[in-house]
C-alpha cells in the first residue's frame, strides 16, 4: 500500500525552466512534508519541508506547495540548473510522537543544456 | 562534525552467509532508523530505535532480520542467511529526537550484493 505515491518515474526540463515535481499521498493523518534529493551513491539529503499548516514553503530556488483538500504537494525549481539532476524523493510523517517518515519511490529529474 | 556514518559501503555475500551492516548517528542524534532500497523503488522503512530500544520496527521482514542499537557502539542491522532478494542498498539516518517534527540526516548507505 504506497501511502506516498510519485507518478512521474522521470522528468526532462531545460535548462532554467521551471521544475515540477509532483507528489500525493493518501494517509489523512500525515501532516509534516519533506523533499530528499539524491545523486547516485550517495545517501538522500534533505532539500525542504513544509507542515500542514501552511500551503507554501520558499527557500531559494525551490518552493513547495501542499494542497490538504486535494493530498496533493508539488516542488517547484526554478530556474532549474545542471546540478538539480537528481532523484528526488518525496516524504511524509505524522506529528505524533515515534512517527516515521514514509517515502515516495522517487522523480529522476535530468536538466537538459 | 560528521554525519551518519556507515559501513562497509559494499558487502558482497553468498546466500546463506550472514550480512552485518554498522551506522554511526550523528553526534548527538540518539535516533536511528533503517530504510531499504531496491533497485528501481523508493525507501522502504525497516525500523527505528532509540538507544537500547526498538521502537518501530513494522517494516522489518519477520524472518532473517534484526537491529540493534547498544547503548555503546554504532546500530547494527543483521540479515541472517542472505538471499538473492535482499541485495540492496540499506541507508541509515538518524536524527535528535523524534521523526515527524524533525529533518533526518541519512548516511552515504551500505550496497549488499548477494551471489
Known amino acids: 500500500d504506497q501511502q506516498v505515491k510519485q507518478n512521474s518515474p522521470s522528468l526532462s526540463v531545460q535548462e532554467g525552466r521551471i521544475s515540477i515535481l509532483n507528489c500525493d499521498y493518501t494517509?489523512?493523518?500525515?501532516?509534516?512534508f519533506l523533499w530528499y534529493k539524491k545523486y547516485p551513491a550517495e545517501g538522500p539529503t534533505f532539500l525542504i519541508s513544509i507542515s500542514s499548516i501552511k500551503d507554501k514553503n520558499e527557500d531559494g530556488r525551490f518552493t513547495v506547495f501542499l494542497n490538504k483538500s486535494a493530498k496533493h504537494l508539488s516542488l517547484h525549481i526554478v530556474p532549474s540548473q545542471p546540478g538539480d539532476s537528481a532523484v528526488y524523493f518525496c516524504a511524509a510523517s505524522g506529528m505524533n510522537r515515534d512517527d516515521k517518515i514514509i517515502f515516495g519511490k522517487g522523480t529522476r529529474l535530468h536538466i537538459l543544456p | 562534525n560528521a554525519g551518519v556514518m556507515q559501513n562497509p559501503r559494499h558487502l558482497v555475500r553468498r546466500r546463506g552467509q550472514e550480512a552485518r551492516l554498522r551506522c554511526s548517528p550523528m553526534k548527538g542524534h540518539s535516533h536511528v532508523y533503517w530504510y531499504r532500497q531496491l533497485p528501481e523503488e523508493g525507501l522502504k522503512f525497516m525500523v527505528y530505535l532509540q538507544k537500547e530500544n526498538i521502537i518501530d520496527e513494522s517494516g522489518m521482514p519477520k524472518e532473517r532480520f534484526s537491529a540493534e542499537f547498544p547503548k555503546e557502539g554504532p546500530s547494527i542491522l543483521r540479515i541472517q542467511q542472505v538471499v538473492r532478494g535482499d541485495s540492496a542498498a540499506y541507508f541509515c539516518?538518524?536524527?535528535?529526537?523524534?521523526?515527524?517534527?524533525?529533518?533526518?540526516?541519512f548516511g552515504a548507505g551500505s550496497r549488499l550484493t548477494v551471489l
Open positions: 539516518a538518524s536524527s535528535p529526537s523524534r521523526a515527524g517534527a524533525n529533518v533526518l540526516t
Open positions: 494517509n489523512s493523518m500525515f501532516d509534516y
